[in-house]
Antibody, heavy 117, light 112 residues
Framework: EVQLVESGGGLVQPGGSLRLSCAAS????????MHWVRQAPGKGLVWVSR????????SYADSVKGRFTISRDNAKNTLYLQMNSLRAEDTAVYYC??????????WGQGTLVTVSS | QSALTQPASVSGSPGQSITISCTGT?????????VSWYQQHPGKAPKLMIY???KRPSGVSNRFSGSKSGNTASLTISGLQAEDEADYYC????????????FGGGTKLTVL
């Protein structure tokens, strides 16, 4: 069964850091581009970042550029999102998603990040 | 990169058909036939319903269909059922020069 399981969310103070993980199973992780998408409470989905299959190319939404870093470890079948200089507006459920050439075929269950003092 | 524009809400009675629009620009929806649609029930992860504008993944009911005209994509649900009540989001590739992907703001579908 194809599965993505996020972890690492929690409560963090403004200006703090957090690293999210997304463990993949049931498919050849190293063959797929991966994305992070977030959803603030009661709001819509927002694309955050993506990484290509071997980790050599990344891109970010303007709102997180310079603060967030996406990476992957294909040997561990795991996707990461390092989040620094966190702001209240980064509060959201963060989903990892597998790109199947121009669409998201598989989503994780999400992990909640709350930025508050 | 601005979000794609969707109506905040739509409603319909069981058995009826509804259409949700998704308006972008010539830089995203208009340039690529790569619009996908996702269904999200409360507290759940999104689920793919339509990809590449009009293709249905295996397991998705043929009551769901997608189309595009110019800068606007549409999702039509026919024969509405109670379980269709959910939030629906469109998404489009937006090119590598800016944000790669852009979502719509979401539409709440209420089955009356």
């Amino acid at each position: 069964e194809v599965q993505l399981v996020e972890s690492g969310g929690g409560l963090v103070q403004p200006g703090g850091s957090l690293r999210l993980s997304c463990a993949a199973s049931g498919f050849t992780f190293s063959s797929y581009w991966m994305h992070w998408v977030r959803q603030a409470p009661g709001k819509g989905l927002v694309w955050v970042s993506r990484i290509n299959s071997d980790g050599s190319s990344t891109s970010y939404a303007d709102s997180v550029k310079g603060r967030f870093t996406i990476s992957r470890d294909n040997a561990k079948n795991t996707l990461y999102l390092q989040m620094n200089s966190l702001r209240a507006e980064d509060t959201a459920v963060y989903y990892c998603a597998r790109e199947q050439v121009w669409y998201y075929g598989t989503w994780g269950q999400g992990t909640l990040v709350t930025v508050s003092s | 990169q601005s979000a794609l524009t969707q109506p905040a809400s739509v409603s319909g009675s069981p058995g009826q058909s509804i259409t949700i629009s998704c308006t972008g620009t010539s830089s995203d929806v208009g340039s690529y036939n790569l619009v996908s649609w996702y269904q999200q029930h409360p507290g759940k992860a999104p689920k793919l319903m339509i990809y590449e504008g009009s293709k249905r993944p295996s397991g998705v009911s043929n009551r769901f269909s997608g189309s595009k005209s110019g800068n606007t994509a549409s999702l039509t649900i026919s024969g509405l059922q109670a379980e269709d009540e959910a939030d629906y989001y469109c998404c489009s590739y937006a090119g590598s020069s800016t944000a790669n992907w852009v979502f719509g703001g979401g539409t709440k579908l209420t089955v009356l």
